[in-house]
């Protein structure tokens, strides 16, 4: 028997966990989403269902529903937009601070929908920049959540700390 | 008392301009040729022959044909409980009728939405805004002018719209088609 381990002895090394600060960064905000439920139609129902005991959306740390964009990061459009609410749904979006995501959830945030109409904007990407789309007409609760690990998977690729340093080498070289 | 002898009653007092009145499926509808006077039409409906509920109100563009515009109203009498309907026309020039809302204050949303859709506006109404589309937008959607996928606009930082991607459509269906082929909804459009 070899006397090398390899990997993490929490007997030798006490309770220290070493990564990159990026992933650990990643791993904070993918695991505490806190979606701002944007709920325009049908969806919203099914968006409902997802937040409740059944499929219970605080598995995936996603639970903390809020109706203010200041204290949300992930906004999940549910529902058929409208001309008339489109400018109010990016209002709403310039609000939320960064970072945030969006979730296109169902046909008509996604592309309109089978609302192929002059009242109705053909998929919400044409104001908002969308991380996930989401098939279904509504989706089922199953797969919101598929999308929102989908958008947690993203999360954890992304450069978060890295991105700072030619951020701040940028604010230098004009000053 | 039944809809058509409440119906008589209201051809008795105006006699000149209401005709009719004629069944379909049991359903009657009474015609009013002068449109300047549908709202004491609908005064004597409501105070002397008990219509007290006004269901619906709603137009029809009867377009390329004259006069454009009909406007339908749908009347129920909790008094007798029957339903009557009124039917009037307006041309295009004119495009405007006296409000009911006086008579029904739900006439009032009914009203604003004709007027957002077809573009008819009503003579005294207190408060004829734009109901569904948003104050500023330029064009009445129902109109049969008006294409489906809509038209462009813009209004700063209220709202915008484009023209909607029909992919081949839209899908229309023709009643009195020789064979199911002519019959079944295909690729009409209107232009071609």
Sequence with gaps: ?175 | MSAKQLAKKLKQQFEEIVSGPVEFRGELTVEVSDASQIAEVCRFAKEALGFDYLVDLTTIDNYEEAPRWTAVYHLYSYEHFCHLRLKTSVSEEVSELPSVSTVWRTANWHEREAYDMMGIRFAGHPDLRRILMWEGYPYFPLRKDFPLAGKSSEMPDVAFSDPAPLEGGPFVTVAGGEDSTAREPRVRNPEG
């Excluded at chain 1, 219970?56 to 109706?67: P, Q």
């Excluded at chain 1, 529902?79 to 959830?105: F, H, N, S």
């Excluded at chain 1, 046909?107 to 009242?119: I, P, V």
């Design chain 1, 1 to 175: 028997m070899s006397s090398t381990e390899v990997g993490y002895n929490s007997k030798v090394e006490g309770d220290v966990v070493h990564t990159t600060l990026d992933a650990a960064v990643s791993w904070f905000r993918k695991h505490s989403l806190w979606p701002m439920p944007m709920g325009l139609a049908c969806c919203a129902i099914e968006l409902m269902a997802t937040g409740a005991s059944r499929f219970d959306i605080s598995r995936f740390g996603a639970e903390v529903m809020r109706f203010s964009p200041r204290q949300s990061d992930l906004m999940i459009v549910a529902g058929t937009v409208t001309y008339k609410m489109a400018l109010a749904v990016r209002r709403i979006y310039d609000q939320m601070p960064e970072p945030k995501w969006v979730i296109a959830m169902g046909a008509c945030a996604s592309t309109g929908g089978m609302y192929r109409s002059y009242a109705v904007l053909q998929g919400v990407d044409r104001i908002l920049p969308v991380d996930v789309y989401i098939s279904g007409c509504p989706p089922r609760p199953e797969a919101l959540l598929e999308g929102l690990m989908r958008l947690q998977n993203k999360i954890s690729n992304e450069p978060h700390v890295k991105d700072a340093k030619p951020a701040r080498a940028r604010e230098v070289a004009v000053a």
